[in-house]
């Protein structure tokens, strides 16, 4: 079975792009530029101590280095993921070298015309990156057993320019969407250094979560006070070290239990709860059921999906994953039942680049008037 989960590295082009279930909190730090689109559910993200909520068909754009996590708000939350290196976009343009953005959409702006095509690209470029990982094994396999060798993410280096083109078009679209929102970081050697000291301190408890940990052990780790410990690590991430640790816990306990046959109160001893009393406690207040109805409820649904560094991808061959992607590349798709002259279509063209030029002028007077302010 095949997975939205491919990685495409050829040149000076080089991105990874995925669709997954959206669980708990886990928090992520990275160094690339992350586009989310929500495709079904609803998502709380947690980005500089700030939440934002979103919908059906919003989008989130991070900056690199942005520490955030999701948090699904209904079961069957799944989102596209877009990553790039900051230095892609630098190649067309400097402002991008040291410049940090944020932008996220609602329902009064997530059908303005960038945010559409941006959809659209990104609907239509996991579609074909599916396509090509699929031909790619057909060829592969011609004359060889139909066993396929498993890969949590699947590489595509042979140069394709269908991709490559659908790429920059995406790249295009993201410079007119992020341009005016950037500018220009005040951080500093310390503030650096209270980045690199935080992610130590997540990665240790990544690492001991099932283990006993104290906000001792982790102000330690930092060299901090447990007040200040405490106070930083609210900051940094918006929620407290013993809602981090919680989160991690749960998540663990919510992977086992539809994933093996243990026993829930196994279950509750391995992912660091002190009894199964505190685990059914916490369980029923995050998820609104027992560990047992959420078992049983969960191995009910034929899950296509894979586990693999804590994120659950979703099968290429999804219904409702492949409905929702036909929807955004629908837009721009020729009924060939209906006959329309090349003068029409390209009327339609125009229209288009019209509104997004009268979007994008719109938020650039925006960021022109702020910066006078």
Not at 138 to 153: I, Q
Not at 222 to 230: I, K, Q, R
Not at 238 to 244: E, N, P, V
């Amino acid at each position: 079975m095949d997975f939205f989960n491919y990685a495409y590295d050829h040149g000076h082009i080089q991105f990874s792009q995925y669709i997954y279930r959206i669980g708990t909190y886990h928090y992520n730090w990275h160094p690339e530029i992350e586009i989310l689109v929500v495709l079904q559910g609803r998502v709380e993200v947690c980005h500089d101590s700030e939440y934002t909520n979103l919908g059906v068909n919003d989008i989130i754009i991070l900056p690199p280095q942005c520490g955030h996590a999701t948090l699904a708000l209904e079961p069957d939350t799944m989102a596209m993921v877009l990553h790039l290196h900051p230095s892609i976009l630098a190649q067309y343009d400097r402002v991008f070298r040291q410049s940090t953005f944020f932008v996220t959409t609602d329902e009064g702006t997530q059908n303005l015309p960038l945010y559409v095509a941006l959809r659209e690209q990104l609907g239509r470029l996991i579609l074909l990156l599916a396509k090509v990982q699929e031909d790619q094994f057909d060829m592969a396999s011609l004359n060889k057993s139909n066993n396929r060798s498993f890969n949590a993410t699947t590489l595509i280096d042979i140069p394709n320019l269908s991709i490559e083109h659908l790429f920059l078009q995406v790249l295009e679209t993201l410079t007119a969407i992020l341009l005016p929102h950037t500018h220009e970081p005040q951080g500093n050697p310390v503030a650096i250094q209270q980045e690199a000291t935080f992610e130590k301190m997540i990665t240790y408890i990544d690492k001991h979560y099932k283990e006993s940990i104290t906000l001792g052990d982790i102000a330690s780790i930092g060299g901090y006070t447990e007040s200040y410990a405490s106070q930083f690590f609210k900051r940094q991430l918006g929620i407290s070290f013993k809602t981090y640790l919680l989160r991690m816990r749960l998540r663990d306990a919510a992977v086992q239990l539809v994933n093996t046959k243990q026993q829930v109160v196994d279950i509750a001893n391995q992912c660091g709860f002190s009894d199964v009393k505190s685990f059914n406690t916490a369980f029923r207040k995050h998820f609104h059921t027992t560990p047992s109805e959420y078992r049983r409820i969960a191995t009910k649904v034929e899950r296509q999906t894979m586990m693999d560094n804590w994120k659950e991808y979703i099968a290429s061959d999804d219904v409702s994953i492949n409905q929702c992607l036909q929807l955004y590349i629908a837009p721009i798709e020729v009924d060939k039942t209906e006959r329309i002259s090349e003068h029409d279509l390209s009327l339609a063209t125009v229209q288009q680049i019209k509104s997004q030029l009268e979007d994008t002028l719109k938020q650039l007077d925006m960021a022109l008037n702020s910066n006078k302010g």
